[in-house]
């Protein structure tokens, strides 16, 4: 079955760091990939998504990019804050195979020190 | 839009007790989705529906819990008994799939979450 397999944190950083977050996936289809972000006491929101191969997705300075070939969806910042802090899930929706449902990576806990 | 909508935001309960969370999707969403969040589990999809009728419940632990969704406004999550392992945030989320013409959209939008504690 579909799955995705995320870097597990815990990431701690300096404010002002390069941030990656790895994320790879298996699917049976051509899915969409997602990245989410939840904030301390709050729900997940989307923070950027690609539908496609080679598409970049992109969002508060935040990237990933679809990479079929190494069926990767890597996170990266070039320079993160402390507003940044927060966990980080990796999704994919494989509409394509048949499923609405997204399946979540374990999540990425990032902690940006000032 | 006010986003998905969930009741209550914390919920504190003894064992056996009756629990009942509530969840208003975002008008015109065809899709709403059961979420348990767990330190120990992760993100579970519990069950989700498809125009008001479940399509996939496999993620249900156990027949204490149900889920229903009357209309297109509103979704109930019950567990009965509850007992303390279910302590946990329950999230609803919703999606939309618009016709042919707008292709099909997979972004699911996330409610706040209700906090259950069970004791």
């Known amino acids: 079955g579909d799955s995705v397999t995320q870097m597990e944190g815990p990431v701690t950083l300096s404010e002002e760091a390069f941030l990656t977050i790895n994320c790879t996936y298996t699917?049976?289809?051509?899915?969409?990939l997602f990245w989410y972000v939840q904030y301390p006491g709050e729900g997940l929101q989307l923070l950027l998504k690609a539908t496609k191969a080679d598409d970049k997705g992109s969002n508060k300075g935040f990237e990933a990019t679809y990479r079929k070939e190494t069926t990767s969806f890597h996170l990266e910042k070039g320079s993160v804050q402390v507003s940044d802090s927060a966990v980080y899930f990796c999704?994919?929706?494989?509409?394509?195979?048949?499923?609405?449902?997204?399946?979540f990576g374990k999540g990425t806990k990032l902690t940006v020190n000032p | 839009d006010a986003g998905v909508i969930q009741s209550p935001r914390h919920e504190v309960t003894e064992m056996g007790q009756e629990v009942t969370l509530r969840c208003k999707p975002i008008s015109g969403h065809d899709y709403l989705f059961w979420y348990r969040q767990t330190m120990m589990r992760g993100l579970e999809l519990l069950i989700y529906f498809n125009n008001n009728v479940p399509i996939d419940d496999s993620g249900m632990p156990e027949d204490r819990f149900s889920a229903k969704m009357p209309n297109a406004s509103f979704s109930t999550l019950k567990i009965q008994p509850s007992e303390p392992r279910d302590s946990a945030v329950y999230f609803c989320?919703?999606?939309?799939?618009?016709?042919?013409?707008?292709?099909?959209?997979?972004?699911?939008?996330f409610g706040p979450g209700t906090r259950l504690t069970v004791l």
């Open positions: 989320a919703s999606s939309q799939r618009p016709g042919l013409a707008g292709g099909p959209t997979d972004t699911q939008y």
């Open positions: 699917a049976t289809g051509y899915p969409s």
């Open positions: 999704a994919l929706s494989d509409l394509g195979g048949g499923s609405e449902k997204l399946v």
